[in-house]
Nanobody
């Protein structure tokens, strides 16, 4: 079992950068694949990025590909989301989530067992 806790959100101008962190408690962090999702007001929660337990494979939504990078440090039980070239449409609450193997159906919220409470990212134009 893991309990993700997100941090690093804030207000940034368009074109700027932010790095989100997700610290996960629990001794079994390295057995979980991790994902980032986001939810804008009035919209459904959507997939952003995911990474395997080892960090050897990653996946991204088309809308963030080339701008966002997901990574993890298993020694620190932490997963990161580096967000560059931010756009106003990136404004949302960002959530970190954990799922067991296999690394499939990663875009589905129902595939993830544990969720953080989210961190707000606001991008001004």
């Amino acid at each position: 079992q893991v309990q993700p806790v997100e941090s690093g959100g804030g207000l940034v101008q368009a074109g700027g950068s932010l790095r989100l962190s997700c610290a996960a408690s629990g001794r079994t962090f390295t057995t979980y694949h991790m994902g980032w999702f986001r939810q804008a007001p009035g919209k459904e929660r959507e997939f952003v990025a995911a990474i395997t337990w080892s960090g050897s494979s990653t996946a991204y939504a088309d809308s963030v590909k080339g701008r966002f990078t997901i990574s993890r440090d298993n020694a620190k039980n932490t997963v990161y989301l580096q967000m560059n070239s931010l756009k106003p449409e990136d404004t949302a609450v960002y959530y970190c989530a954990a799922k067991k193997s296999p690394f499939s159906a990663i875009v589905l919220t129902s595939s993830y067992e544990y969720w953080g409470q989210g961190t707000q990212v606001t991008v001004s134009s």
